[in-house]
Structures are given as C-alpha cells and as structure tokens.
C-alpha cells in the first residue's frame, strides 16, 4: 500500500530544486508551457522549473498560459460561497492562529442550534447557497456529534425556496467512522489544509493538543476517501515554510492521492499567513510570499493541476483577488465573517484580519463588472457528480455542458431574487453579452432554462 508518510519526501525535493536552478532556460521554460496548454498537468520537475522563473517576459508566458488553461476549462464562471464559523473552541496551539487555546483575550462560542439557523438565515437572506462550515478543534459536550447537528441546522433552513444547498466542511482530522458519519450528513466537500508540508517548521508552529500530529493530519485524506467521501479540499498556509518547498510537497501529496484513489483533491486552497489577534507570528510571517510569488503560484497550480479547483478566500484584498481570478481561481468566498455569529450579529473581530471586506452584493457587481458569471450552482454533488466521475467528465469537457447553463441560472435566480439594483444591471448586462457570445444552439438551451427562471421556477439544473 502506498503510505501517505513516506509520500512528502524532502531529499526528492531537495534535488528537484537544485535540478531546476541548473535547468531553467527560456526554451526549457516554453517546453513546459507547450506541455501544460495540452491540460494533461504537470510533472514536480516541471513544476520546479516554471518556480524559479523571474524573467518578465518569461513570467508573462507563464501567466498567459495560466489564463488560457482558465479560460478553456472554467470559462467565466467563478463559484461563489461563504465560510460559516460554528464554533471557535480550541484545544490546539497553532502559534499563528486567533483561537488556539492558550489566547485568553478571545471570547469563546460554540453556536447552539437557533443561533446557526440565524446565522444561516441572514446568509440566505444574503443570497449564499453554498457555505464551508468551520470550526476550531474541541467540541462542546455533545462532541463531534456538534459538527453533525450543526450540518443538519444548516440543511433546515427554508426561506421560501432558497436554503443552503451545499455544506462543504473544514474540521479537524477525524478518524475513519467519522468520515464515514460526515458523509452520511450529506457534505459536499471536506476541506483540511496541511499549514505546511515540512515537519520540522509543523513541530515548531503547533504546540500543544492533537494537531501536533504531522501524520494523523497528513493521513486524514485518506482515511476520508476510505469513508466515501471523494472530494476532499488540500491547502498551505503560505508564509510558515518557503513556498517553492510547499508547493513540490502538495504535489507529492497529490500524486499520493491519484495513485492510491485514483482522485486527486477537488479544490486547492491557498491562504497567505494574515495577522491575527495575539499572534506575533501571523504578523511576521517567517517565509512570507509577496504578491508576485503568490500570483506565481496560482498561475502554477492552474497549468499543474488543470482541473483541480483553486479557492480564493476574503484574506485578500479586492485588488489580489482580481488578478488571480484570472490566472486560475474558479472559487472565491464573499461577504465573509470569521467569528462565530458575525453574521447574524455583523462583528467583524475573526480568526484573522480580511482583506476583503465587502458585501455579497458588491462582490457579484464587481466580478460581474470584469465579466466574470457568479455561479452558485451545487447540481454536481447532488446529481452524484463527485470524485472519479466528476473528473471522468471534467477531462473531456464535457462537464461545461452543464456548469456554464448552471452558471447561468443560479446567477439570474441571484439577481432576481437578492441583488440590489445596480448589481442586477450589471448582472442582467452580463447575462446578454454571453449568451450573444455563445453558439446559437447553446443560447437557445440556456435561454430556455432562463426563461423558467424569470417565470418564477427555481433551482433549474443540468
Ligand atoms: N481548526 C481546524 C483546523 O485547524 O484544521 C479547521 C479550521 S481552521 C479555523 C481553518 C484554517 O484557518 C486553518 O487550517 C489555517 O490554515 C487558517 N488560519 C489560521 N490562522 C490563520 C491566519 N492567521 N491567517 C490566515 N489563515 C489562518
Ligand atoms: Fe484551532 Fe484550527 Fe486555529 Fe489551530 S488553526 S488554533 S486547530 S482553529
């Protein structure tokens, strides 16, 4: 069996970047291009050459194929949620996080059931339809059976037609009955970022409580994909370890995945280290990734990994966001609070410091103003569409067919239903221009299904 331990293996890494230092020259750089724009991914070695690029106009390649790849796979749809905190109770001490356990200035919660259905209510008022539920790693008396009740309030609530229909989940590692009972809830997909690959700067930035356990974290993928559950979520905290390590130790671990379940992760994640309330690391990152690096490392993941997702979180500023939905993001979180119950009682005092401090509304007026579609559709996973099978048809593109129509109609049913009127101008503005744009046959499909939406139906999939 292939063991996920001795998967992150620094010598090969080690070498791959001396290798690449040595190997880096234009036409070995536009080789690789060539290679990723046939979005069949990357090897490490490839990876560890296009890291080391600095040159401009070598960058630019970089990034123009990065756009290419984007645009042939996600076209203009960007997927949009919301993080919801049910709890910041925590036995862990990550140095460079708000609610590890020893930083008594923070006020604790655990959210009781009514409070998770106002905090759900107020962001279906909002227009969300698809929320990450989080929550630090210790639970209130019931347990973990708290993370199961918190996913069955949030499924209850009912505002007319619209509810939460997707309730992807970032918890701590749990054991294989867990997952298997986490799946039972009916999640989408269940996120855990690794912080960093490197053992030695995880020993030095996790402290004290369970999290202290490199290999329990590492191995919780696969003790997920054994329990059924086939979209998993990875991710780096960038700025504890150099980028370029973090990013050749994600592809081990991926290949990992592919290898032994056949799928590697749905969606990558790629927070930056942002200062956080009684932590001095979180304000000087010991390896921080400035803005160049970072849009490298999205432009990289992009030609890497084709078809995995890149999430973009409210940690970034406007500015960050919209340069790298071009590069490769196809999800973003908007209208964000990290503190359990900011919603419902619009604090703003979080895990971390936002970048992004917009409404939901400002955020769809803005990306729809740069041409991207919104998308709140959740069909896949509730058409079955999950692991395997949503990238035996992501591969061959047929998985377009459905997103862009979907795109589409959960959009218009946004613009109907919640946005104010500038944002469904421009919304409305968008929505001609595309289907002007698209094959006729496809125009009439989606008309079609938009139609239905304008004459009142909702949740019209494909
Ligand atoms: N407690 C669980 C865990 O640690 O896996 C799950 C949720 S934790 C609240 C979510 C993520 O927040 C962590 O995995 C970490 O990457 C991120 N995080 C913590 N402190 C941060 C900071 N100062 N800046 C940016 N992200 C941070
Ligand atoms: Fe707790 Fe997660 Fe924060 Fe660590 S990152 S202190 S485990 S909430």
């Given amino acids: 069996m292939d063991d996920v331990m001795t998967t992150i ?22 080789e690789i291009l ?22 401009p106009e070598l960058l630019a390649a970089l990034f123009a194929t990065a756009r290419d790849i ?29 609610f590890r356990a020893r930083n008594a200035a923070l006020a604790r919660r655990a959210l009781r059931h009514d409070e998770i259905s106002a905090e759900v209510e107020a962001l279906v008022a909002e227009g969300h339809k698809r929320v990450l539920l989080v929550a630090g790693e210790a639970y209130p008396r019931e347990g973990f059976d708290f993370i199961l009740d918190a996913i069955a309030a949030v499924y209850a609530v009912r505002r007319g037609s619209d509810a939460i229909r997707r309730v992807n989940v970032n918890v701590a590692p749990l054991d294989t009955e867990q997952f298997t009972r986490l799946k039972g809830a009916g999640i989408g997909t269940y996120q855990l970022f690794q912080e960093t690959y490197h053992p030695e700067v995880y020993a030095q930035v996790h402290l004290a409580g369970r999290k202290r356990d490199y290999a329990w974290r590492l191995a919780a993928m696969d003790r997920a994909m054994a329990a059924g559950i086939d979209d998993v979520g990875i991710g780096v905290l960038f700025g504890l370890a150099d980028w370029r390590f973090e990013i050749l130790a994600m592809m081990q671990h991926i290949a990992h995945l592919e290898r032994r379940w056949g ?13 956080a309330n009684g932590s001095d690391l979180a304000t000087h990152p010991p390896h921080a990734v400035d803005d160049i690096d ?36 196809s999800q973003i979180s908007a209208g964000s609070r990290t503190n359990p119950g900011g919603y419902s ?18 955020v769809i007026a803005d990306v729809a103003s740069l041409g991207y579609v919104p998308s709140f559709c959740t069909a896949c996973y509730r058409m079955g569409r999950t692991g395997q099978d949503f990238m035996d048809m992501a591969k061959p593109g047929a998985i377009k067919a459905h997103c862009d129509p979907n795109a589409l109609v959960t959009f218009l049913e946004y ?35 938009l139609e239905q939406v304008r004459a009142g139906k909702r949740d019209v999939l494909c």
């Fill in 294 to 329: 970072f849009r490298k490392i999205v432009a990289i993941l992009r030609l890497a990994v084709p078809y995995t997702g890149i999430i973009m979180s409210t940690r970034e500023t406007p500015h960050i966001r919209r340069e790298t939905f071009a590069l490769g993001v």
């Fill in 263 to 275: 799928v590697g992760p749905h969606t990558i994640s790629v927070p930056r280290l942002e200062p």
């Fill in 70 to 98: 984007k645009d042939t796979i996600y076209g203009r749809r960007l997927v949009i949620f919301a993080p919801l905190y049910v709890s910041n109770l925590c036995a862990n001490e990550c140095v460079y996080c708000a």
């Fill in 34 to 55: 060539a290679k990723a724009g046939e979005l069949k991914g990357l090897s490490a070695a490839e990876v560890a050459v296009l890291m080391e690029i600095s040159d």
């Fill in 415 to 449: 613009l109907l239903d919640h946005a104010s009127q500038t944002t469904r101008d421009v919304g409305e503005g968008l929505i001609t221009r595309v289907l002007a744009d698209s094959d006729p046959a496809i125009a009439a499909r989606v008309g079609a299904m």
């Fill in 345 to 362: 009682s619009g604090e703003d005092e979080g895990q971390f410091s936002l970048g992004d401090h917009r409404s939901l509304d400002e």
């Fill in 9 to 30: 293996d620094q010598a090969a890494i080690a070498a791959s970047l001396q290798e690449a230092k040595a190997g880096l020259s234009t036409a070995r750089v536009e």
